[in-house]
């Protein structure tokens, strides 16, 4: 697990507390009940916060699971993070 994929897992669980499945690529707000509206800008917040970086409304927006979310952090700061 590369430190992307780490710190993702950390802020899921951070976001969603009593969320005890896997943190997979295509985990979105289907799998996870807590993943509504408030719970994705909360998950944004802390993933900004957690890797330093700003996401657009574009990206805010085109997120629909952690794949999305890693796709994004990849472009903004490289898969060696």
């Not at 896997?22 to 957690?50: C, F, Y």
């Amino acid at each position: 697990m590369n430190q992307i994929d780490h710190k993702l897992k950390e802020v899921v669980f951070r976001t969603f507390v009593g969320f005890e499945g896997d943190v997979t690529e295509d985990l979105g707000p289907e799998t996870v009940d807590a993943w509504d509206s408030m719970g994705h800008l909360n998950l944004i917040m802390n993933i900004q916060e957690r890797f330093g970086v700003e996401f657009d409304f574009s990206e805010i927006m085109a997120v629909e699971t952690i794949g999305d979310l890693r796709n994004i952090l990849i472009g903004k700061i490289g898969d060696e993070e």
